[in-house]
């Protein structure tokens, strides 16, 4: 990843939207939770992870080189978790840049380092979860644009799930029950909001 330059667009775009909206409305307005940064940053990553995982597996299978993968000494298994602990890694980068925001915040005021800390662990578990989604989309399809495409709507949809729901049922009935299972936002909204619970981790590391 950083011998081309996709890895480092990556850390590039997701630190420079997450910076923006921290002196925005941290530095500049005085906001004290990292809400703002991590909700826009979180609707950056439905755009940048399916660009990131656009040929992690496609491209194999264009080039054939998927043949080379399937009969290697080692499993599947493991060169499919090899790509995605490479791909969480650059995604822990721009992750680790976020997490000093809130000691330049403390310098001008009182900060919760709890809630911070646990919002952006949410984050990073949100991140993790469309990585394995972006991955396994690209797994399916040997075009590099076809799983960026299809990653994009799938992972907007996630993202904009609770607000869907809403437009079908604003009382809920089994349909918005399923729907939204698929609600990739919702229990980082939950975290966001200093309302973390097991079953919220739970839902990302299953995905």
Not at 75 to 99: D, N, Q, R
Not at 137 to 155: F, K, N, R, W, Y
Not at 191 to 206: K, R
């Amino acid at each position: 990843y950083f011998s081309s330059v996709i890895g480092c667009l990556f850390i590039a775009f997701t630190t420079l939207i997450s910076g923006i909206i921290f002196w925005l409305y941290n530095l500049q307005n005085g906001y004290p939770t990292m809400e703002p940064s991590i909700f826009y940053a979180s609707l950056g990553l439905a755009l940048l992870v399916p660009v990131l995982t656009m040929k992690v597996m496609a491209d194999e299978r264009r080039q054939k080189t998927d043949q080379l993968i399937l009969t290697s000494p080692v499993s599947l298994i493991k060169v499919i978790l090899g790509k995605y602990f490479a791909l969480l890694t650059i995604f822990a980068i721009p992750v680790l840049v976020i997490c000093t925001y809130p000691v330049i915040l403390s310098m001008f005021g009182t900060v919760s380092f709890t809630l911070a800390y646990t919002t952006i662990l949410g984050f990073f578990l949100y991140g993790a979860a469309l990585i394995a989604i972006g991955v396994f989309i690209s797994s399916i399809t040997e075009m590099q644009i076809i799983a960026a495409i299809i990653g994009i709507v799938v992972m907007f949809l996630g993202f904009f799930m609770g607000t869907i729901t809403g437009l079908i049922s604003q009382e809920g009935n089994i349909v918005t029950d399923i729907l939204n299972a698929f609600y990739t936002m919702g229990p980082l909204n939950d975290i966001m909001a200093g309302q973390i619970a097991l079953n919220h981790i739970v839902y990302y590391v299953s995905i």
